[in-house]
Each structure stands twice: as C-alpha cells, then as structure tokens.
C-alpha cells in the first residue's frame, strides 16, 4: 500500500545486533502499529501509538522498542537481534474516531527479517 | 484470555465454486469485525466488515455473517476466482475499541 511505506523491505542481521524498521505513512492517520507475522500464525501487536506523545505495548513487545518520532513516523527497534526474532513485520496505521470503518487498519508492504 | 481463531489453516475450492471461511471469537463485548485479505508478499488488505448490531452484510461477491449466540464469522465468496486465492484474516475490536486482534489466518487455494 503507497500510503504506508516500510524500510527496509528485506534485512538479513546476526545475533546480538541492533536494527531499526522504519514506517513512514502519508494517510495523515494519528494511529499507528506494529505487528510481526510468523508461518502459520495470525498478526501479533508489538506496540501502538494513538498519537506523538502515546506509547503503548502490545501482546509481544519484550526485546523491541519503538519510537514515534512525528505523526507521519514510527519506528521498531531490535536492541539486541535474536534468531526467534525472524518473521515478517508489518506496519499499519488508521484513523481511529467512533465509526467502525474508522478502526479499519492499513498495512505496509512488510519487512522480511532473518536473524542468524 | 480472549482470542480469535479460524477453524480451518487450508480450503481448496475449485475456481468459479463458492467460498466460506468460518472464525470462531470469544470476547462476546467485542462489537466490530473485519475480514482482511493477504496475497503472498503483500500487507493485508480490508475487504468488508461488519458490526455487532447486523447479521448480514453483503459486498461485492463478499458476504459476511455474523452469530452473536454462538460468537461465530464467517467470509463467503461467491464464484471464487484464482485471484481470491490468499490468506484471509478475521479481527475483532478490542480493549475498548482500541485494538484489533487478529485470527489465526485460513490459506483459500484455488483450482483451476
């Protein structure tokens, strides 16, 4: 999706080495996500951001960090890379408000991680 | 803890065949859902939703039911093509309509 753009597409790291994952989106949406995808298994949050100055964790937020650096910018960050932290992750963002469309969530194009 | 899961991981359906993908919910206080779809490589993308206030909802070649008593979804695709052949994804509203959670993903695979 354009209007939510992630870099880098492809990383492959080594154990013990810190990356960063970045999401830019140009929907003007205040909300923004991480998530990571595993074979076989559904999205899993690993944090969230209503706004600037709001940080929250999601279900598996232990060994990431994220940071929102403007509206349109939200970053993941592994401190330390682990070979369990090998998957495929997604950024989304939405709108919010009481509508139930406005809860709907759009996806990046994804960042495939290999840890080795 | 409140999950959302999918009964089936794998349907095959021969092309021009209907679809139905079925997801099971159990946080009965959750009152939106959507069915996102994934092609390989790509970030899931919205195709319909639906809120707890309907049964029904009905889009292009898409519907959706929902069963509140036995907290139950379901995505049918009607003459299923090979470009519907994805991964779909169930979600529901939750903490307070704050977060979407996400099933676990039924592969659609279809045959020519």
């Known amino acids: 999706d354009a209007d939510v753009t992630q870099t880098p597409r492809n990383r492959i790291t080594k154990t013990g080495k810190r990356i960063m994952l970045e999401c830019s989106q140009t929907?003007?949406?205040?909300?923004m996500y991480w998530y990571r995808q595993d074979p076989g298994l559904g999205l899993r949050l690993i944090y969230y951001?209503?706004?600037?100055?709001?940080?929250n964790k999601g279900e598996i937020s232990d060994g990431y960090s994220v940071s929102r650096q403007a509206q349109a910018k939200f970053s993941l960050s592994l401190e330390s890379a682990i070979p369990n932290q090998t998957a495929l992750y997604f950024c989304?963002?939405?709108?919010?408000?009481?509508?139930?469309?406005?809860?709907?969530?759009?996806f990046g194009p994804g960042t495939r991680l290999t840890v080795l | 803890g409140e999950s959302v899961g999918l009964h089936l991981p794998t349907l095959s359906v021969q092309e021009g065949d209907n679809s139905i993908i079925n997801c099971a919910y159990s946080n009965s206080a959750s009152d939106y859902f959507i069915w996102y779809k994934q092609e390989s490589g790509k970030g899931p993308q919205f195709i319909i939703d639906?809120?707890?206030?309907?049964d029904k909802r009905q889009g292009q070649r898409v519907t959706v039911l929902l069963n509140k008593t036995v907290k139950h979804l379901s995505l049918q695709i009607a003459a299923t093509q090979p470009g519907d052949s994805a991964v779909y994804f169930c979600a529901e509203l939750t903490g307070g309509g704050n977060k979407l959670t996400f099933g676990t993903g039924t592969q659609l695979k279809v045959e020519l």
């Open positions: 929907k003007g949406h205040d909300r």
């Open positions: 951001s209503f706004d600037v100055k709001d940080i």
């Open positions: 989304a963002t939405s709108g919010g408000g009481t509508s139930g469309r406005d809860n709907e969530q759009f």
């Open positions: 639906i809120r707890s206030n309907m």
